[in-house]
Antibody, heavy 124, light 108 residues
Framework: QLQLQESGPGLVKPSETVSLTCTVS???????????WGWIRQTPGKGLEWIGN???????YYNPSLKSRVTISVDTSKNQFSLRLSSVTAADTAVYYC???????????????WGQGTLVTVSS | EIVLTQSPGTLSLSPGERATLSCRAS???????LAWYQQKPGQAPRLLIY???SRATGIPDRFSGSGSGTDFTLTISRLEPEDFAVYYC?????????FGQGTRLEIK
């Protein structure tokens, strides 16, 4: 059974950069075709918001509204991928999920595995 | 960006009844690809339906999806107690994903 586990700080100050890491374990390598590895966040006000994802080769795709502040990277040797979100504000306070995206034969993504989520609070 | 609007916001039904949840897109959805998720309190969402009508692994056949273009539906044929949760639709297009705002299915 595939498992994804987020790790990182729960509290970040405004204007700083938050870094989260997702460790993939169980039945699966991060270096498998047709799977993308990404981040989704959830707030009471905005619901589920897709942040972006990465393919094991390093190709990245980002939400245009966050693109200028987001970097997603992958470390295949550790079976991990990471999120960096810069210049955070209170609006970035959310539960952050790491998630596996599966691509169908036409290249469409859905999300078939999720981490348990980690709350990131932006506050001074 | 394609905006997904789900209705109703809250649906109150009893176990054994049929539930019909709607998801409407602001533009035609790419290849009519739509997914549905279920989320219970304190848990991550769970994939129910992908490709508009294909059930994900382990999903009971009382869950079904349909639709095309801009109008999509998730139907739960006979509600079980464990089905009361929040449901989200999701579309893929132009190398990005967007979600609907959710429908809360509550026990009447």
């Amino acid at each position: 059974q595939l498992q994804l586990q987020e790790s990182g700080p729960g509290l970040v100050k405004p204007s700083e950069t938050v870094s989260l890491t997702c460790t993939v374990s169980g039945s699966g390598s991060i270096s498998i075709s047709n799977y993308y590895w990404g981040w989704i966040r959830q707030t009471p006000g905005k619901g589920l918001e897709w942040i972006g994802n990465i393919y094991y080769s390093g190709s990245t795709y980002y939400n245009p509204s966050l693109k200028s502040r987001v970097t997603i990277s992958v470390d295949t040797s550790k079976n991990q991928f990471s999120l960096r979100l810069s210049s955070v504000t209170a609006a970035d306070t959310a539960v952050y999920y790491c998630a596996r995206h599966i691509s169908d034969s036409s290249g469409h993504w859905s999300v078939d595995y999720w981490g348990q989520g980690t709350l990131v609070t932006v506050s001074s | 960006e394609i905006v997904l609007t789900q209705s109703p916001g809250t649906l109150s039904l009893s176990p054994g009844e049929r539930a019909t949840l709607s998801c409407r897109a602001s533009q035609r959805v790419s290849s009519s690809f739509l997914a549905w998720y279920q989320q219970k309190p304190g848990q991550a969402p769970r994939l129910l339906i992908y490709g508009t009508s294909s059930r994900a692994t382990g999903i009971p056949d009382r869950f079904s999806g349909s639709g095309s273009g801009t109008d999509f539906t998730l139907t739960i044929s006979r509600l079980e107690p464990e089905d009361f949760a929040v449901y989200y639709c999701q579309q893929y297009g132009s190398s990005q994903i967007t979600f609907g705002q959710g429908t809360r299915l509550e026990i009447k």
